[in-house]
């Protein structure tokens, strides 16, 4: 079954640590996303790309790194410099095709808390 | 930037209708989405409209599109217990670009 497969569903950070989200997707769309979700604070993007070796800063970007060397991944690294990463994380899919309505397909999230 | 308005809570009885309002101010935005979320998972696409659209029906969802007042609303007849979710409003200027949320309201259904 084609989807987009977010890992690890639960993850823990350390102080001063990194953490790398993995998102995969297998529907061979062009278009990726990262979104950030806080209770009562709906989604607010962190960053996208819409091809590869490409990506661009959403609203929120300080704090998050990404990169996308292959169509199907586009992992998001939240560093350190992230002083509040508690939240649920979105990765979300789009095709990209510009002739017709397309929308964006969203994983089931990683939800991310500091210890 | 775009900017999304819902209200934050709907709570209604089994049966009942819900209808879910969303305004924005991006007049440019040509497709215009619901998504649904429950608890501790992802979003899924409900239903959308375009622009050039007033309503749009499937099943028991209706979307109501009132573009002068770039008023968004979606109705759910028969609402049942499953339907308790979050639900977001999402406009977007074309289907290749962001998407622009609203915070979201979260549907109680009460049996």
């Known amino acids: 079954d084609g989807g987009i497969t977010q890992s690890p569903k639960y993850l823990f950070r350390k102080e001063g640590q990194n953490v790398t989200l993995s998102c995969e997707q297998n529907?061979?769309?062009?278009?990726m996303y990262w979104y950030r979700q806080d209770p009562g604070q709906g989604l607010r993007l962190i960053y996208y790309?819409?091809?590869?070796?490409?990506?661009q800063k959403g609203d929120i970007a300080e704090g998050y790194s990404v990169s996308r060397e292959k169509k199907e991944s586009f992992p998001l690294t939240v560093t350190s410099a992230q002083k509040n990463p508690t939240a649920f994380y979105l990765c979300?899919?789009?095709?990209?095709?510009?002739?017709?309505?397309?929308?964006?397909?969203f994983g089931d999230g990683t939800r991310l808390s500091i210890l | 930037g775009e900017d999304v308005e819902q209200s934050l809570f709907l709570s209604v009885r089994e049966g009942d209708s819900s209808v879910i309002n969303c305004t924005y101010t991006?007049?440019?935005?040509?497709?215009l989405y619901w998504y649904k979320q429950e608890p501790g998972a992802g979003l899924q696409l409900l239903t959308y409209?375009?622009?050039?659209?007033d309503m749009k029906q499937d099943q028991r969802l209706t979307v109501l599109l009132n573009k002068k007042d770039k008023h968004l609303s979606l109705r759910i007849a028969d609402t049942q217990t499953g339907d308790s979710a979050i639900y977001f409003c999402?406009?977007?200027?074309?289907?290749?670009?962001?998407?622009?949320f609203g915070k979201g309201t979260m549907l109680l259904v009460s049996p």
């Open positions: 979300a899919s789009l095709l990209g095709t510009a002739d017709s309505n397309q929308p964006q397909h």
């Open positions: 529907l061979n769309h062009d278009a």
């Open positions: 790309s819409q091809i590869v070796n490409d990506f």
């Open positions: 991006d007049s440019s935005s040509t497709y």
């Open positions: 409209i375009f622009s050039n659209m």
């Open positions: 999402a406009p977007s200027p074309s289907g290749y670009s962001t998407l622009t």
